[in-house]
């Protein structure tokens, strides 16, 4: 398996990716059938992302793409030494080290980009995240009650962060 720096020719390939996460985990955004993204909104985002000097990392796998984390930079002024990461990996592909993996690479990155500060949400059930990004470093700094409609319950999201 490699992690790499996403290319415009993933596109297919990271769409599919996503289209299949969001099946398998109900800790994600998009509910199974609700995402619209075509190859093209696909391609825009990969483009939009080199030119906000953002990050996409895939982790890929004889050819598939099986995981991914993006680190959305901030693009004012105030807050461009910040970071919104977000992260995904096939159901089959978990507990393999993969998610470590990706936040030392995307590490490594900020640092080299001056960011100082990276934050992410997490649904308060998804035990399996939070241990990770307890692990990498992160630190619950607050809660979003009611943040999410999950199979017709509210539930909270975590707040969390990390300084470099």
């Avoid at 985990?25 to 080199?50: C, H, N, Q, W």
């Avoid at 030119?51 to 990392?57: D, P, Y």
């Amino acid at each position: 398996m490699k992690i790499r720096k996403i290319e415009l020719n993933d596109s297919e390939n990271f769409l599919n990716m996503l289209k299949q996460l969001d099946n398998e985990t109900e800790f994600m955004l998009y509910e199974p059938g609700e995402r619209r993204k075509t190859v093209a909104d696909i391609e825009s985002f990969i483009k939009s992302s080199e030119n906000s000097n953002s990050l996409l990392l895939v982790v890929e796998d004889d050819g598939a793409i099986v995981g991914f984390l993006s680190a959305d930079r901030g693009s004012l002024n105030r807050i461009k030494h910040s970071a919104y990461i977000v992260v995904g990996i096939l159901k089959t592909y978990r507990s393999k080290g993969l998610g470590e993996n990706l936040f030392s690479v995307m590490e490594k990155w900020a640092k080299e980009s001056g960011i100082t500060r990276l934050e992410l949400t997490v649904i308060k059930q998804n035990e399996v995240g939070i241990k990770l990004y307890k692990k990498m470093g992160f630190k619950i700094e607050g809660l979003k009650e009611n943040s999410i409609l999950l199979n017709g319950v509210y539930v909270d999201e975590y707040y969390m962060g990390k300084l470099l």
